[in-house]
């Protein structure tokens, strides 16, 4: 009953009770798996299913919902082997072939993963998510006509859609228009803040050699993403580049304070002593 009525932590006290008292329950392991899966519990929904396949219950399911265990902790091969066996064990729902088309696309594995996208959006040809993860896949196999005909169907669908705008601007960098993303991206960051985007508008400023204003969007990023010391790594090559030693020495001294380690920012350190005839 409660499991029905989706209050999911109140269901999975009853099916512990009912596990304590006999473990043999097979069905109890499932469904308190997709309650934790619910409650965002993913460890212990991974144990429960594990149980359950083992029982040889509903492997199909129960391949399926480990899998979504596994994908939540970027464990993509393991989540690949539930996907497979969940589709061999006749589980062939639409769900099951966006997430293996998701883990196949991370993977590289670009021609499989379209193969499983398609045939989710032949099911359903107004599935925003898939046409999006479509999207992506046509980018990394540069079929970049492909990818545009599935952004625009989804800004059809949802003209505001930020993931859609985002990657209608990297298909346009990937295309190396840049003086067209810069355009595009500044018609959206006039409008709102999008990390995203303003880091290729930096990025296609940084192609052009507009390094003040790379600088100066790296900068914006640094202000709103403080702990990511990777974008003071990027302005740090850009204040080289504009031979701006001081300020990206001084960048360097944080990164080095916060990471010690970091090989890029002891390598341009080392480029600044080379420069300026210190080595």
Do not use: W
């Not at 619910?38 to 480990?66: R, V």
């Not at 596994?70 to 099951?96: I, P, Q």
């Amino acid at each position: 009953c409660f499991f029905k009525l989706k209050q999911y932590d109140k269901a999975i006290a009853c099916f512990s009770e009912v596990l304590e008292k006999d473990n043999y329950f097979t069905d109890a392991y499932f469904y308190r798996g997709v309650s934790y899966i619910n409650e965002h519990k993913f460890e212990n929904a991974y144990n429960d299913f594990e149980e359950a396949i083992n029982k040889n219950y509903l492997p199909g399911e129960s391949n399926f919902y480990m899998g979504i265990c596994n994908l939540n902790d970027k464990k993509y091969k393991e989540a690949l082997n539930n996907f497979n066996s969940a589709v061999a064990n006749d589980y062939t729902g639409t769900d099951v072939l966006k997430n293996r088309a998701k883990i196949l696309n991370e993977l590289g594995k670009y021609e499989k993963a379209l193969d499983d996208c398609d045939e989710v959006i032949k099911a359903n040809n107004d599935d925003i998510e898939s046409l999006i993860l479509r999207a992506h896949i046509y980018a990394n196999l540069r079929m970049f006509d492909e990818a545009d005909q599935d952004i625009s169907q989804v800004l059809t669908l949802s003209p505001d859609n930020q993931e859609s705008l985002f990657l209608k601007i990297k298909l346009t960098f990937l295309q190396q228009k840049y003086n067209e993303v810069i355009e595009r991206s500044t018609q959206i960051l006039n409008n709102s803040y999008n990390f995203e985007i303003l880091q290729l508008r930096a990025q296609s400023y940084e192609k052009l050699d507009l390094l003040q204003q790379a600088c100066d969007d790296y900068t914006q990023i640094i202000l709103n993403t403080t702990d990511n010391l990777d974008f003071y790594v990027k302005r740090i090559s850009v204040y080289i580049q504009m031979k701006d030693y001081q300020n990206a020495l001084e960048d360097i001294d944080y990164v080095i304070m916060n990471d010690e380690n970091n090989i890029n920012a002891h390598f341009y350190k080392g480029i600044i002593y080379r420069d300026r005839g210190e080595l």
